[in-house]
């Protein structure tokens, strides 16, 4: 069965700052895994996607995750935190590695991220 | 450009009372998903649908129905609202490729009192 685990509720970092949301993952196969980020009040937006290419991967807004196979870890960072990162970011991971056509995704409970000035 | 589009926004019900959460999307995707978020929960999908007149249930269907006749829209009905209820609803579609990615909805918010 497919499910992620999210590290931390909230994380709070200075403008400037490094930020890291931290992700971990169970899949019984090489899963596809997601960062979505959601600001107050609005729908869902896809950050970066892997999909068994390449392991370090590159997404919107200066964000980039790597994905561990031997840490089943799927972290996100970023090298320097601005006032509009200021969000909930979740975790997904998907069942279309074993085949399904389906897609259904497998959200964590989601990181609070407040970024201070 | 409006992609999917979620009404209505905000919504309060008394316990009992039956209301539809309406859902459409113009980007002609077969695959539809509806989910409700609650306070760190993460997001929960309730049904999903893979193309007009095929639906199926998700991991929290029950005192939820739905319907596809069309591709476009995905309505979600309460039949009997209870307070459990209370929560932000959020549709989501996707196209055939296998990416995973899913376009979301703005998001419904509704209070059972």
């Known amino acids: 069965a497919q499910s992620v685990t999210q590290l931390d509720s909230h994380v709070s970092v200075s403008e400037g700052t490094p930020v890291l949301l931290r992700c971990n993952y169970s899949s019984s196969y090489s899963p596809s895994l997601f960062w979505y980020v959601q600001h107050p009040n609005k729908g869902l937006q896809l950050l970066l996607k892997?999909?068994?290419?390449?392991?370090l991967v590159k997404g919107i807004n200066g964000f980039e995750a790597e994905f561990k196979k031997s840490e089943t870890s799927f972290h996100l960072t970023k090298p320097s935190a601005h006032m509009s990162d200021a969000a909930e970011y979740f975790c997904v991971v998907s069942d279309m590695g074993r085949g399904s056509t389906l897609g259904r995704l497998y959200f964590g409970r989601g990181t609070q991220l407040t970024v201070w000035p | 450009n409006a992609g999917v589009t979620q009404t209505p926004k905000f919504r309060i019900l008394k316990i009992g009372q039956s209301m539809t959460l309406q859902c459409t999307q113009d980007m002609n995707h077969n695959y539809m998903y509806w989910y409700r978020q609650d306070p760190g929960m993460g997001l929960k999908l309730i049904y999903y649908?893979?193309?007009?007149?095929?639906?199926d249930k998700g991991e929290v269907p029950n005192g939820y129905n739905v319907s596809r006749s069309t591709t476009e829209d995905f309505p979600l009905r309460l039949e009997l609202a209870a307070p459990s209820q209370t929560s932000v609803y959020f549709c989501?579609?996707?196209?055939?490729?296998?990416?995973?990615?899913?376009?979301f909805g703005e998001g419904s918010r509704l209070t059972v009192l």
């Open positions: 989501a579609s996707r196209g055939g490729q296998n990416t995973g990615e899913l376009f």
């Open positions: 649908s893979v193309g007009a007149g095929i639906t």
């Open positions: 892997y999909t068994s290419a390449a392991t």
